[in-house]
């Protein structure tokens, strides 16, 4: 969710019902984290994908990188 600078966030149905039961701030806290710990399998299978592209990119492209580096080796030193 995009939230602009300088502009208060109003409460969710949930963080209302939070606080106004009496259950504080703590509560809320301890809630919205437990919540957040459901993404990372989601971030940990980015990662991993965006490494397998990497790897599958250069083995395909390894052999015309080391010739476009040998080229501008042997130039530099003529």
């Given at each position: 969710m995009y939230?602009?600078?300088?502009?208060p966030q109003t409460p969710s149905c949930d963080?209302?019902?939070d606080l106004e039961h009496g259950r504080?701030?703590?509560?809320?806290?301890?809630?919205l984290h437990t919540e957040e710990r459901g993404d990372v399998p989601g971030w940990?299978?980015?990662?991993?994908m965006s490494a397998v592209l990497v790897a599958g990119l250069l083995a395909i492209a390894q052999p015309a990188l080391q010739g476009l580096?040998?080229?501008?080796?042997?130039?530099?030193?003529?």
């Open positions: 939230v602009q600078k300088n502009q963080e209302r019902r504080g701030p703590a509560a809320l806290l301890t809630r940990v299978m980015i990662t991993l580096f040998s080229d501008a080796i042997d130039q530099v030193s003529r």
